[in-house]
């Protein structure tokens, strides 16, 4: 179950974010984006409550965390505008879910299995901290070698760069918009 939740949130994310998709087609592909967050979520949960805990115990957190996880996809599928800090929150909530279950953990898993889950759930928690603040900001502000421009190849260059007055911007600030700062894509053709 992890690993399917895995590919599916990584699979479906590089899609969105490598291809144009036009209006309708990126909308669709945020709507799905956004949702495997709650699957991510949920997929790593079942193969530690599978292992880990009684069938009863295993019965509710499992209830819990896939409902949860609907719940979450269907916000995230009819609302997609919905404010950031709300959905963020959701996120969060369903990512320490259970947080009431840890004794157990501890019990059949013993001290490391808590401690990577409580470490993993704060690096998480940080994370989304920085997704819902926006700040700091985690688009791609790259270093000063992989700030220059790549352009596609013309027959009359067919290697360009940037021009040699071009100097990188400082790296702690971010780049300036005259200046080509972004990484566009490079068209292959045969010939």
């Known amino acids: 179950m992890y690993t399917l939740s895995a590919c599916l949130l990584f699979g479906t994310s590089a899609l969105y974010h490598r291809g144009t998709w036009g209006r309708r087609g990126e909308a669709v592909l945020r709507r799905l984006d956004h949702a495997n967050i709650f699957l991510i979520i949920a997929g790593t949960y079942t193969p530690l409550a ?3 805990l009684p ?3 295993q019965r509710i957190l499992l209830s819990l ?3 949860g996880a609907t719940a979450g996809i269907a916000f995230r599928v009819f609302w997609i505008n919905a404010p ?4 963020t929150l959701c996120y969060i909530a369903l990512g320490w879910a259970a947080v ?3 004794p157990d953990f501890a019990h059949t898993g013993g001290t490391a299995v808590v401690a990577l889950i409580i470490v993993g759930g704060l690096l998480y928690t940080a994370g989304a901290a920085v997704y819902g603040l926006k700040r700091p900001d985690p688009s791609p502000t790259w270093s000063a070698s992989t700030r220059s421009s790549i352009r596609s190849p013309s027959p009359r260059s067919p290697r360009t760069t ?3 007055s071009w100097e990188p911007p400082d790296r702690r600030q ?3 918009p005259q200046k080509a700062c972004t990484v566009t894509r490079l ?3 045969a010939g």
């Not at 950031?84 to 959905?87: A, F, G, V």
Request: hydrophobic share 45%; with cysteine.
């Open 84 to 87: 950031r800090w709300l959905y």
């Open 100 to 102: 009431f279950y840890l």
């Open 65 to 67: 965390v896939w409902g």
């Open 162 to 164: 940037q021009p040699s």
């Open 55 to 57: 069938a009863g115990q």
């Open 174 to 176: 971010p780049c300036p």
């Open 50 to 52: 599978v292992l880990l």
């Open 187 to 189: 068209s292959i053709t």
